[in-house]
């Protein structure tokens, strides 16, 4: 039943070392975002990628960058994780004309 | 750019008390709201949403929200909580008309929930 996966679930990384991490969807839906959530704060937009077009926010850090082969899978890749980078990273999807966003139960990343 | 507040933090309330979580949000057009929750260990799911029309929706379990635009606000209430809505709720906006080219969803920073049977 699940519609957006994320994996790993936990990962941890050592600092400087590029961390990948993955996201698929069973919804084929155009739109799939990626959100940073630190402890007790709002949830973040990264990027966001409309089909094959890719959308950065203006302030996510050029550290971090995506991927997205396929209508159903996207990866973020973290080039050189800080212990700032440290947080929750959540997946989601949604279908252009909709709005509503489904989302993974994420992946908590530990750097060391 | 919007910003969406959420009052409180932590909110603590015994089985079957009444709650309402607070909600306003900053944009001066067209806005999409939507309510999120986060059970522990699980992920965000939808609520409820408000696109157009009726102010007042209804969501899933038991769980409603009205949309006062002269206000900018997006209150979530339920009449009788229960111990299984312990949880996480967020506040989310994404401006313009649905679907029409703005994906990203602004999030308040979440308000938790604790039931106390």
């Known amino acids: 039943d699940a519609m957006v996966i994320q994996n790993p679930r936990y990962q941890v990384t050592q600092f400087g070392k590029p961390v990948t991490l993955s996201c698929s969807q069973t919804?084929?839906?155009?739109?799939m975002y990626w959100y940073q959530q630190k402890s007790s704060q709002a949830p973040k937009l990264l990027f966001h990628y409309y089909d094959k077009d890719f959308n950065n926010e203006a302030d996510t850090p050029d550290n971090f960058q995506s991927r997205r082969p396929n209508t159903s899978f996207c990866f973020l890749d973290i080039r050189s994780p800080g212990l700032g980078d440290a947080a929750m990273y959540l997946c989601?999807?949604?279908?252009?004309?909709?709005?509503?966003?489904?989302f993974g139960q994420g992946t908590r990343l530990t750097v060391v | 750019a919007q910003s969406v507040s959420q009052h409180n933090h932590h909110v603590i309330l015994s089985e079957a008390a009444s709650l309402e979580l607070g909600c306003n949000y900053s944009?001066?057009?067209?806005?999409?709201l939507f309510w999120y929750v986060q059970y522990p260990g699980q992920h965000l799911q939808l609520l409820l949403k408000y696109f157009s029309g009726d102010p007042l929706v209804k969501g899933i379990k038991g769980f409603e929200a009205e949309f006062i635009k002269s206000k900018f606000s997006f209150n979530l209430r339920k009449p009788s909580v229960q111990w299984s809505d312990t949880a996480e709720y967020f506040c989310?906006?994404?401006?313009?008309?649905?679907?029409?080219?703005?994906?990203?969803?602004?999030f308040g920073k979440g308000t938790k929930l604790s039931v106390i049977p």
């Open positions: 989310a906006v994404n401006v313009g008309n649905s679907g029409a080219g703005s994906y990203q969803l602004t």
């Open positions: 989601a999807t949604s279908r252009r004309g909709v709005g509503e966003a489904f």
């Open positions: 944009y001066g057009g067209t806005v999409n």
């Open positions: 919804l084929n839906h155009n739109v």
